[in-house]
């Protein structure tokens, strides 16, 4: 009897131990796969069979990983990082849009795709509406986009702009400690 109702328990601990390791790491994501993140991160160049000997195990477990983390959704591809000056792109701002109703978003988000030169755009909460992040080749490309593009897109009420002077720097998060 009492074996009974100390298994009981114990299944029942276990059980919920582990529904809540699922609930922290839905994707079922372990200690390698955010090491190999963490260093790909860093270095997405670096090749399966270095990465596997810095890890400790074989290219083929690194490349089998990696697909199955962009299969999930947890990799969305690689990037290569340019210095845009050395290319004759000398102006980075932030433009801070105010819409003039929250329910615009998407409206605006699809015209705002269409201009090439905004790199990144987030939905935000506090002062803006939306933030973006601009690359242009000159202040006067910058200017025309602010004054022709932005101001004739509907749902736009008003914009902000932030030109940054320089970026001290730039890091991924280290998510190889996150278990």
Same mark, same amino acid.
């Given at each position: 009897?009492? %074996? ?7 299944? %029942? ?5 582990? *529904?809540?390791?699922?609930? &922290? @790491? ?36 690194? @490349? ?33 849009? !105010?819409?003039?109703?929250? &329910?615009? !978003? ?9 201009? +090439?030169?905004?790199? *990144?755009?987030? !939905? =935000?909460?506090?002062? !803006?509406?939306? %933030? ?25 009420? *008003? =914009? #902000? ?9 730039? *890091? +991924?998060?280290?998510?190889? #400690?996150?278990?």
């Amino acid at each position: 009897m009492i %074996f009974a109702i100390i298994s009981k328990k114990y299944l %029942f601990l276990e059980k919920n131990l582990n *529904r809540v390791a699922k609930m &922290s @790491h839905p994707l079922n994501i372990d200690k390698l796969d955010l090491q190999i993140i963490s260093e790909m991160s860093t270095d997405a160049s670096i090749s399966y069979a270095e990465l596997g000997k810095k890890l400790f195990v074989s290219g083929g477990t690194i @490349h089998v990983r990696i697909k199955k983390l962009h299969e999930m959704g947890v990799i969305k591809g690689t990037r290569l990082q340019v210095n845009l000056r050395a290319i004759g792109y000398d102006v980075l701002a932030f433009i801070g849009i !105010y819409l003039e109703k929250s &329910s615009l !978003y998407e409206t605006v988000a699809k015209q705002l795709l269409k201009i +090439p030169q905004i790199v *990144r755009l987030n !939905y =935000t909460t506090g002062s !803006y509406s939306m %933030f973006a992040e601009i690359i242009c080749k000159d202040s006067g490309e910058l200017r025309k986009i602010l004054q022709d593009d932005l101001q004739h897109i509907k749902g736009i009420e *008003r =914009t #902000e702009t932030i030109i940054s002077l320089e970026e001290s720097f730039s *890091r +991924p998060i280290n998510v190889s #400690e996150a278990i």
